[in-house]
């Protein structure tokens, strides 16, 4: 996360695909178990769990993902990073149509934090490197801590 600073209620979001192989659903479990402790340290308010395909044509797609993946990309925007190359618009070939069209690709795992203005940070995401979902955890403990260090100037 950029701030230091709590606007509102946490809310955290696992994004992940919902066709993944055996190792990719035990680290899928693995991290929504890590997000559900820091619920229970008090880290963040609440934590959730959703499924997206792998990629979706981007004239027919879900209208709650392409809201997400809108949200998403202007919270990079706002913040100068990119979600590219983990989100992706790719020409792919559809047979049933029977031509190229143009896809939106989602990464296998996305965390997405939320707080009372929206979006606050999705990861994974680039600035000067790439900053994975472990990274995201890890900004979640940091800010976490941060907020339970007392200023010893204000301290009765």
């Known amino acids: 996360m950029h701030s230091n600073k709590r606007e ?3 809310e955290v979001v696992l994004y992940e695909r919902s066709e993944l192989p055996p190792p990719s659903q035990d680290r899928a479990d ?3 178990e890590r997000l559900v402790e820091l619920g229970e340290r008090g880290l963040v308010d609440t934590v959730s769990r959703n499924e997206w395909r792998k990629r979706m044509p981007v004239a027919d797609c879900d209208r709650d993902i392409r809201d997400t993946y809108l949200a998403f990309r202007s919270w990079a925007d706002i913040e100068g ?3 590219t190359p983990f989100f992706q618009t ?3 070939f559809t047979p049933a149509e029977g031509e190229h069209t143009d896809w939106l690709v989602m990464p296998a795992f996305c965390l997405a934090v939320y707080d009372g203005t929206g979006v606050a940070a999705v990861y994974p995401h680039t600035d000067e490197e790439a900053k994975t979902v472990e ?3 890890q900004a979640l403990l940091d800010e976490g801590s941060a907020d339970t260090i007392v200023d010893p100037l204000v301290a009765d």
């Open 8 to 10: 509102g209620a946490i």
């Open 30 to 32: 693995s991290l929504h």
């Open 135 to 137: 990274d995201g955890l």
């Open 90 to 92: 790719r020409e792919c």
């Open 81 to 83: 990073v990119r979600l």
